[in-house]
């Protein structure tokens, strides 16, 4: 299309500078110029029968022909003073011609060239925004074409993840030999969904499986495909799956689904988006319509698999759904091998004390924290990276960067010492809580004056109702020996508050643990894999106000327990508390091996003293 606008464009010009030549050529060729004195001399001799004027020449009919058998003559005209002045010294003289042509190029064909170059450059400009090459491929698609010697990545490439793999191992199977795979009637899944938190490596999963089975892969977003016109999204659909029919066997990768195929009409904000929903149905007509039997695998991944339209997800359409989650503590371990390959890490460093440290870590987090670990090596000028490299590399992850620039007073500086030293006390008294690894009361990130790094050594995916009360007490640690060394509150504990509420609500809510509600749950379930803290969770209310009342009050009693248990911890241990708290503020860091271990009777009664 583009090719053809510069055919048409060029040759509209071409035919344009030819008239205008030929004009020229027939309105000057066939009558001979002669000089403006000649002119005045025959008009003078009376032999002048016609004159045509024009605004720059004169055409003259003569009533006799010349000696050379002219009847017709042209001049150009000089202006009557200037003509009247010069005939009184009898002297030659005539009018010289502008060049109408080149005014004609100048004052026509040049703004038209501009025009049309500026017209062409803009619509280039959008076509590049929108992935075509000129203005008429709004409509096709936008996916990346990845051939067979583009892909590198294999399974080997991929950790952490094998019964995922496993689960794909089929995929590649039946594109390496469809014919072999099928001989007993068994068909390959339409569509494979690979659903997990971000940054699990849903998406090199896909390319792996492209790798292995030495298919083209096409690579598009969900977000590629919705545009500002109406349709667009729809032919970009069918655009796509017809190249993948032409490049069989191959497959098709729709990453972030769930701007693709979000329900149609779900949610209380939801209206008529049409052209998001035409989007949608054309992906069911195209998933409806192609057979897998050519060699055609769609592969999709998305975080919100909530949110997906029902009828994307029947049989038929994304016949599997793959879960890619968080990596276990051997598949951590995995993952590392994999990415320090890349850098030189010394002999001693052991990868399993890593991944021990690293519980709830995702592919991506892991490749950062060695990523880090390395800048840091690097930072002090040192040939390999150590384990203490990997341990601040750790810390700036989960707690931030230090700010030793920010410069507290002596009495703050105190209180941060007994908060953090509460915690860790209270925290390595009970039983069932995550092991202290280091207490500090340098400050780090945004506004955290103090941290307590506490990582589980294992991973865990059941907690016991005497767990979360023990975490609870944990949190309130700080605030604990605050009361109990100043008697007085400060905003320190703003953060732990927080995340003890979040931890009471939901034993009250989801997890049935009060025995004045019961078994009942009065929360909806939330995305498991965008859920954070931060993020604030909307829900319908199904309980009356007196249910309601009663779970502030549940949420209240328990973290008055915890805060409780906290103090009297703290009580036991008055003389420990002291005494770290004071090597705390001269040390500013204590490791795990320099902290003590605190008393806990755990049959001693927990009296209220009045306070939360």
């Given at each position: 299309m583009e090719k053809e606008a510069h055919i048409n464009l060029w040759y509209f010009i071409?035919?344009?500078?030819?008239?205008?030549?030929?004009?020229?050529?027939?309105?000057?060729?066939?009558?001979?110029?002669?000089?403006?004195?000649?002119?005045?001399?025959?008009?003078?001799?009376?032999?002048?029968?016609?004159?045509?004027?024009?605004?720059?020449?004169?055409?003259?009919?003569?009533?006799?022909p010349l000696p050379d058998g002219r009847r017709e003559i042209y001049t150009v005209r000089v202006e009557p003073d200037l003509a009247k002045d010069l005939s009184q010294y009898n002297?030659?003289?005539?009018?010289?011609?502008?060049?109408?042509?080149?005014?004609?190029?100048?004052?026509?064909?040049?703004?038209?060239?501009?025009?049309?170059?500026?017209?062409?450059?803009?619509?280039?400009?959008?076509?590049?925004?929108?992935?075509?090459?000129?203005?008429?491929?709004?409509?096709?698609?936008?996916?990346?074409?990845?051939?067979?010697?583009?892909?590198?990545?294999?399974?080997?490439?991929?950790?952490?993840?094998?019964?995922?793999?496993?689960e794909l191992k089929e995929i590649v199977a039946f594109l390496k030999n469809p014919r072999e795979y099928g001989r007993i009637g068994a068909r390959v899944p339409k569509g494979v969904l690979l659903v997990g938190p971000p940054g699990t490596g849903k998406t090199l999963l896909a390319r792996a499986v492209a790798g292995e089975a030495a298919v083209a892969f096409f690579s598009i977003n969900g977000s590629e495909f919705v545009e500002m016109f109406v349709g667009v999204g729809a032919a970009r659909v069918r655009d796509l799956f017809e190249q993948a029919r032409k490049n069989a066997p191959c497959i098709i990768f729709i990453d972030e689904l769930d701007a693709l195929g979000r329900a149609r009409g779900a949610g209380p904000l939801s209206g008529g988006h049409d052209e998001k929903e035409q989007t949608l149905n054309?992906?069911?007509?195209?998933?409806?319509?192609?057979?897998?039997?050519?060699?055609?695998?769609?592969?999709?991944?998305?975080?919100?698999p909530e949110i997906l339209d029902p009828a994307l997800l029947r049989a038929g359409r994304f016949d599997r759904q793959i879960l890619v989650d968080r990596p276990d503590k051997p598949g951590r371990i995995a993952i590392l091998k994999v990415h320090v390959q890349h850098i030189q890490i010394e002999n001693n460093v052991d990868l399993e004390q890593i991944a021990a440290l690293t519980t709830g870590f995702t592919g991506a987090d892991l490749a950062n924290l060695v990523n880090e670990a390395a800048i840091l090596a690097t930072r002090r000028n040192a040939d390999e990276v150590t384990l203490d490299d990997f341990t601040m590399a750790i810390e700036r992850i989960v707690a931030g960067l230090e700010k030793k620039n920010r410069l507290l007073n002596p009495y703050e500086r105190k209180v941060v010492a007994y908060h953090e030293t509460g915690h860790a006390l209270v925290t390595l008294a009970l039983p069932g809580t995550d092991v202290v690894q280091k207490v500090s009361i340098i400050p780090r990130g945004i506004g955290a004056l103090g941290y307590n790094i506490q990582r589980p050594t294992e991973d865990r995916y059941l907690m016991t109702c005497e767990e979360l009360e023990h975490k609870m007490a944990s949190l309130l640690g700080g605030r604990a020996a605050e009361m109990l060394v100043f008697n007085k509150l400060s905003t320190g504990a703003a953060n732990d508050l927080d995340k003890a509420t979040d931890i009471a609500r939901?034993?009250?809510?989801?997890?049935?643990?009060?025995?004045?509600?019961?078994?009942?749950?009065?929360?909806?379930?939330q995305s498991p894999y965008l859920a954070t803290s931060g993020m604030p969770q909307f829900q319908s209310r199904v309980y009356s106000e007196?249910?309601?009342?009663?779970?502030?009050?549940?949420?209240?009693?328990?973290?008055?327990?915890?805060f409780r248990l906290a103090t009297k911890i703290l009580e036991q241990n008055r003389q420990l508390l002291e005494e770290t708290s004071a090597k705390l503020l001269k040390k500013e860091t204590l490791s795990a091996e320099e902290l003590p271990k605190p008393v806990w009777d755990a049959h001693a009664p927990v009296e209220s003293d009045g306070r939360p």
């Open positions: 071409f035919v344009f500078l030819g008239i205008m030549i030929l004009q020229e050529w027939l309105g000057a060729g066939p009558i001979e110029k002669v000089p403006y004195s000649e002119f005045q001399q025959l008009l003078q001799d009376g032999k002048i029968a016609d004159i045509k004027v024009a605004d720059s020449s004169l055409r003259a009919q003569l009533k006799e002297v030659q003289f005539s009018g010289e011609a502008q060049n109408k042509l080149l005014n004609s190029i100048l004052s026509w064909i040049i703004p038209t060239v501009v025009f049309f170059a500026i017209w062409m450059y803009f619509v280039r400009k959008i076509a590049g925004q929108q992935g075509g090459a000129g203005f008429m491929s709004v409509g096709k698609s936008k996916a990346k074409i990845y051939l067979e010697k583009d892909i590198k990545v294999t399974f080997d490439e991929v950790a952490g993840v094998d019964e995922a793999k496993d054309q992906l069911l007509s195209e998933l409806d319509g192609f057979n897998p039997q050519q060699g055609i695998v769609l592969l999709a991944a998305t975080n919100r939901s034993m009250v809510m989801r997890y049935g643990m009060d025995e004045t509600l019961g078994l009942a749950t009065y929360a909806e379930e007196k249910t309601a009342r009663e779970i502030d009050e549940a949420v209240r009693n328990k973290i008055g327990q915890a």
